[in-house]
Structure formats: structure tokens, C-alpha cells
């Protein structure tokens, strides 16, 4: 079984269309993370959830907007796709984002989404 | 969380060992060192963590200097799978995230 799972894989779409990514993990994990990797390679959060809270957004266009039904599943839904969102899209999970127990905050991540605006 | 320099690109014969060396020279006394991995077009990968002493898994193995200013990550026999970027990354514990900050990482290529 796959622990964190990304769907679909592979997304290609126009400008302006709106797509959604779900994740989901099967590790009982209470934290969920959404990533960019842009074409450059830089690896940067987007968003985290804490049992289905938000606890970090970093600076990203409110058409991003990520659903999180429960603890298990952390969804990125996008609005008015641009080119520039074109990139790889990973999703993780750890057991908790805070603690002094330096386990608790090893990030399992999924396979990712490459994502294709054209 | 502090800073951590890597070395752009590493090579490393087949069978050998390889050495990942990292510096944090700011690291503060609650963060922790993390080294993850990233193979080709596929997701990072945890490798292993430290706080003040050296650590060692099945991965590998992670010396921590006494005055934690810098870390080496030794991955003791190198195979052509480990090719990938490794990234060293200081993480605060004890605080309300535990977002991870991605720097550029070493690219490691092993070669036969």
C-alpha cells in the first residue's frame, strides 16, 4: 500500500480551467503538507493542515485553495489556472508538525502531480 | 529556522563512500539536522535525523560536529540508485510548525 497517494499524476490543462489534486495517507499521521516544485527545482510549501486546521499558509494566490474533508486527505483545489502554475505538485504527511520529538516531524512525501498549463 | 549550505554537485565512484558534508553554522540548540533525498522526477525522501549526536539507520550514517556547526551525511557504499539530490534542512522543534525549507541541495552522481 502506497502511504501517500497523489492523484491523478499526470495533469494537462488550459489556461483559465479549474482542477483539483487529492492526497490522501494511510499512515494515521495528523499533519498534511502541499509543496511546489517549480521548473528551476526549488521545492517551497504552499500549505499545512494539522488535523483538518490550517497552520501554514505562505504567500500563495488565494486561487489556490486546499480541502481538507479529514485528517486523512488533504485536497488542492486551483481556480483560473495560469501558465505559471505549471509545475510538480507533492503532497506529505507527518505524525505532527511540532514537538520536541525530532520523528514526529519526518515528512512522508507522495509521488507528485506534474502539472501542464497550456 | 537556520540557514544550511550544501555544495552544488558531488561525484562519487560506485562502492564507495560517499560524503554529504552540510553547513548550519547558525543553527540555534532546539533545531534539529534532517537530510532527504529527491531521485529523478520522484517525491523526497527522509534519510535521517540528528540533533547532537551522531546517528546511523539502514540508510545511512550522520556525524554532527560537537559545536553542531556543520553535519556529514555518509551514505558507506554507494550504489548507482543513490544518484539524487540530497538536501540538508534545520528544522525547529518544539514550535507551532514544522515546515520544511528546501534549499538547493547537493546533486550527488554515482558513478561505475
Known amino acids: 500500500d502506497t502511504a501517500v497517494s497523489q492523484t491523478p499524476k499526470y495533469l494537462v490543462t488550459q489556461m483559465g480551467n479549474d482542477k483539483s489534486i487529492k492526497c490522501e495517507q494511510n499512515l494515521g499521521h495528523d499533519t498534511m503538507y502541499w509543496y511546489k516544485q517549480d521548473s528551476k527545482k526549488f521545492l517551497k510549501i504552499m500549505f499545512s493542515?494539522?488535523?483538518?486546521?490550517?497552520?501554514i499558509n505562505e504567500t500563495v494566490p488565494n486561487r489556490f485553495s486546499p480541502k481538507s474533508p479529514d485528517k486523512a486527505h488533504l485536497n488542492l483545489h486551483i481556480n483560473s489556472l495560469e501558465l505559471g502554475d505549471s509545475a510538480v505538485y507533492f503532497c506529505?504527511?507527518?505524525?505532527?508538525?511540532?514537538?520536541?520529538?525530532?520523528?514526529?516531524?519526518?515528512?512522508?512525501f507522495g509521488a507528485g502531480t506534474r502539472l501542464s498549463v497550456l | 529556522d537556520a540557514k544550511t549550505t550544501q555544495p552544488p554537485s558531488m561525484d562519487c565512484a560506485e562502492g564507495r563512500a560517499a560524503n554529504l558534508p552540510c553547513n548550519h553554522s547558525t543553527i540555534s540548540g532546539n533545531e534539529y539536522v534532517y537530510w532527504y533525498r529527491q531521485i529523478h522526477s520522484q517525491g523526497p525522501q527522509y534519510i535521517i535525523h540528528?540533533?547532537?549526536n551522531n546517528e546511523t539507520n539502514e540508510m545511512a550514517s550522520l556525524i554532527i560536529t560537537e559545536d553542531r556547526k556543520s553535519s556529514t551525511l555518509i551514505l558507506p557504499h554507494a550504489t548507482l540508485r543513490d544518484t539524487a539530490v540530497y538536501y540538508c534542512?534545520?528544522?525547529?522543534?518544539?514550535?507551532?510548525?514544522?515546515?520544511?525549507?528546501f534549499g538547493k541541495g547537493t546533486k550527488l552522481s554515482v558513478k561505475p
Open positions: 534542512i534545520a528544522l525547529l522543534y518544539g514550535g507551532s510548525q514544522g515546515n520544511l525549507i
Open positions: 540528528g540533533l547532537k
Open positions: 506529505a504527511s507527518s505524525p505532527r508538525s511540532s514537538g520536541r520529538d525530532g520523528a514526529k516531524n519526518i515528512q512522508y
Open positions: 493542515y494539522n488535523n483538518k486546521e490550517l497552520i
